[in-house]
């Protein structure tokens, strides 16, 4: 009897000992694992969110950007119509720009009815420079990264991408890579198999269906990361990248074309 | 029931069914300590055999281990040999198991019971077991490296149930032999205090109990040596010493 229940209380000692150990045990491994920092790959234009937002938030109830006359002038090639400088004093104190007797603001004064500007003395020279540099790049015009078209990818795209699918990279919010439930052809057993192979999906979904679709989690219950992201527009681009890289290899378009007819039928194998 | 439903409450009841079923056991079993022993060497024999106990622990600390070390497991996959490993590992306990359990059913079968009652609910104990031990084997055949996805879709999903807010979704939306691997493993749960297995529990709450109360038992036997040296009794009355 004495044996049993001391079998019993040396059960109960190794498991809360065996539960310290592992506790001590993990925060090393999860260290190894790090996370890689968004900023390492991809290009695209670059430019100060604020600028994006005051411009948005400022200029956008009188001027458009591309569509023509609102209330002042469209704003698309102003920074090549106009100098820097020139912008730079007549963003900040228009009406004393007008005053002085400056032909292209009274020109503009005129044309405009007389619809003055109002002076944006709380910008600072810094943030003006950023809203033009902003507009100088494309402004309202800029894609969001994740929207460009897959086909302009970079091979180091493609091959970020293709980390960040079988779990290489660490994604910068903490999502799963995609080889946790799926799998692509050609890669062996490597991929899981809970989800759907996405040999072909980017010959089924298209780049626009494909970028709306990696803006969400996979699953709509999944329980959010700490940092309340799930793929940045850049790890998107890449994951979208090398989706088409692996759907329009000829050995996959080969398969695809067996496994999904139709899509030979819309064309898609030509792209 | 729906099946939703079926996530939130079936394991919370389970879970008390084997709490309160284990309970009892115990205090019937401390009125009478003979009989322990005995039951002890019975459910030796009805689950007994080395193959089917180290495989059902490793599949049991790999569970645990999965629910408590989600990232240290996640981050252990990562490495293609790493997962393989583990997978591999998991997928040869589950077929130990598969197959131990098999033949304990079969010599269980043979078997003739003490009673008609226990014989009955071990062999429904022995079923649901072996649900969940084929129905964990099919899932990690069918639906590849399931120690990763179970990761962010179980785990999470019993972490839930352990802080009060059921996320059902994560285990509703999960293929049907998922959903039944989990849903007899609660009732495999609730089933053991009703089993000759649950004498094993017996001695691990007695264990418990004698580990708890050993610091008080001391401190009891200090203070009552303490009370006997210090007795006010022999300056009280002097003349009785």
């Not at chain 1, 507009?135 to 897959?150: F, N, Q, S, T, W």
């Amino acid at each position: 009897m004495r044996r049993i229940v001391a079998t019993g209380a040396g059960v109960c000692a190794g498991l809360c000992a065996l539960s310290l150990l592992l506790m001590l045990a993990e925060p090393s491994q999860v260290l190894q694992a790090g996370i890689s920092d968004d900023a390492d790959y991809g290009t695209g234009p670059s430019f100060s969110p604020q600028a994006a937002a005051t411009f948005n938030g400022r200029c956008t109830a009188c001027h458009t950007y591309g569509k023509g006359i609102k209330v002042g002038p469209d704003l698309k090639g102003v920074t090549e119509r106009r100098k820097r400088d020139w912008l730079l004093k007549f963003i900040h104190g228009s009406s004393g720009v007008i005053k002085s007797g400056d032909p292209t603001a009274t020109a503009l004064f005129a044309q405009f009815k007389q619809q003055r500007m109002p002076d944006w003395v709380d910008l600072s020279e810094k943030q003006i420079n950023d809203i033009l540099d902003y507009l100088a790049i494309g402004g309202p015009d800029i894609k969001p990264v994740d929207e460009r078209d897959a086909a302009i990818a970079t091979s180091a795209e493609t091959e970020n991408g293709r980390k960040l699918f079988y779990g290489e990279i660490q994604t910068k919010y903490g999502a799963q890579a995609c080889v946790t439930c799926h799998s692509v052809r050609g890669t062996g057993l490597r991929g899981g198999s809970l989800g759907p192979d996405l040999t072909v999906v980017y010959l089924r979904y298209q780049d626009p269906e494909l970028t709306l679709f990696l803006r969400h989690r996979c699953f709509n219950f999944q329980i959010q990361t700490t940092q309340g992201g799930y793929l940045t527009a850049r790890e998107s681009f890449a994951l979208k990248a090398f989706l088409r890289a692996s759907a329009l290899s000829d050995k996959q378009t080969s398969y695809a074309a067996d496994k999904h007819p139709e899509l030979r039928k819309s064309g898609s194998y030509e792209k | 029931m729906k099946n939703s439903s079926l996530f939130v409450l079936w394991p919370y009841i389970a879970v008390v069914l084997l709490v309160a079923g284990t309970l009892v056991r115990y205090l019937v079993a401390t009125r009478q300590p003979s009989v322990l022993a005995a039951e002890m060497a019975d459910a030796k024999t009805i689950f007994g055999g080395r193959l089917f106990r180290i495989s059902v622990f490793v599949l049991i600390a790999g569970h645990v281990a999965g629910l408590l070390f989600p990232r240290a497991v996640l981050s252990w996959n990562s490495s293609t040999a790493g997962l393989y490993l583990l997978e591999g590992l998991a997928l040869a306990a589950g077929l130990a198991a598969v197959a131990s359990s098999a033949v304990m059913i079969w010599r269980h079968l043979e078997r003739s019971g003490r009673s008609r009652m226990s014989e009955a609910f071990d062999a429904l104990f022995l079923g649901l077991f072996f649900t969940v031990l084929v129905s964990g084997v099919l899932v990690a055949v069918l639906y590849r490296w399931g120690s990763s996805w179970g990761e962010i879709t179980l785990g999470p999903y019993i972490d839930s149930l352990l802080r009060g807010q059921p996320a059902v979704q994560l285990a509703t939306e999960l293929p049907a032999l998922v959903r039944l691997h989990v849903l007899a493993t609660f009732a495999a749960i609730a089933v053991v205090p009703l089993t000759r297995l649950s004498i094993f529990l017996v001695v691990v709450l007695q264990g418990c109990v004698v580990l708890i109360a050993q610091p008080f038992r001391a401190v009891s036997s200090a203070f009552a040596e303490w009370s006997n040296n210090h007795n006010p009794g022999s300056w009280i009355w002097p003349d009785e010493d």
